[in-house]
Antibody, heavy 121, light 107 residues
Framework: QVQLQQWGAGLLKPSETLSLTCAVY????????WSWIRQPPGKGLEWIGE???????NYNASLKSRTIISLDTSKNQLSLNLDSVTAADTAVYYC???????????????WGRGTLVTVSS | EIVLTQSPATMSLSPGERATLSCRAS??????LGWYQQPPGQAPRLLIY???NRATGIPARFSGSGSGTDFTLTISSLEPEDFAVYYC?????????FGQGTKLEIK
């Protein structure tokens, strides 16, 4: 059974860089798109960006200037870096796998458990 | 950016009742809309993709309909585990966007 395990620093100061990693266990990394999505406490979901095995990347324009999403295919890991964080970046951050091509390819059918990142001075 | 507006914000129903949740898009998304369920403290789970297709393992009591700008998620007979927050999401264009959610609570 495929699982996504996430980790990264949970408490940051304003202006620091958020760095999260998501590892894929028990399944193939290739052939899928992978996304990062965040959810501020008590609020809705915001898509941050996506990447596929070939390195094609799409970002949310609202965060693009501060965001880097990357893959390490040798380790089956996905990473998120978000620069110059503020309190507005406080959220649970999820990594998610997209569905199978031809079916739910552009939807998020497998999610990590989420990592709460708090930005506070 | 396509804005998705869900209604109602909160819905109070009893187990066994039928739930009808709405999602309206600010412009046509064709049939490129999905629905997710998020229980408290958990990650979302994909229920429906492309308006009416149930994701793997989703019970038949969940169904989706609609096209263009107006979509509906129907739960035919509520089970206790169905009380959660539901989100719609469009994949018609970037950025991918979600509705603000409908909370389905026990009456």
């Amino acid at each position: 059974q495929v699982q996504l395990q996430q980790w990264g620093a949970g408490l940051l100061k304003p202006s620091e860089t958020l760095s999260l990693t998501c590892a894929v266990y028990g399944g193939s990394f290739s052939g899928y798109y992978w996304s990062w999505i965040r959810q501020p406490p008590g609020k809705g979901l915001e898509w941050i960006g996506e990447i596929n095995h070939s390195g094609t990347i799409n970002y949310n324009a609202s965060l693009k200037s501060r965001t880097i999403i990357s893959l390490d295919t040798s380790k089956n890991q996905l990473s998120l870096n978000l620069d110059s964080v503020t309190a507005a970046d406080t959220a649970v951050y999820y990594c998610a796998r997209h569905g199978v091509r031809g079916f739910s390819y552009w939807y998020f059918d497998l999610w990590g458990r989420g990592t709460l990142v708090t930005v506070s001075s | 950016e396509i804005v998705l507006t869900q209604s109602p914000a909160t819905m109070s129903l009893s187990p066994g009742e039928r739930a009808t949740l709405s999602c309206r898009a600010s412009q046509s998304v064709s049939s490129y809309l999905g629905w997710y369920q998020q229980p408290p403290g958990q990650a979302p789970r994909l229920l429906i993709y492309d308006a009416s297709n149930r994701a793997t393992g989703i019970p038949a009591r969940f169904s989706g309909s609609g096209s263009g700008t107006d979509f509906t998620l129907t739960i035919s007979s509520l089970e206790p585990e169905d009380f959660a927050v539901y989100y719609c999401q469009q994949r018609s264009s970037w950025p991918r966007t979600f509705g603000q959610g409908t909370k389905l609570e026990i009456k």
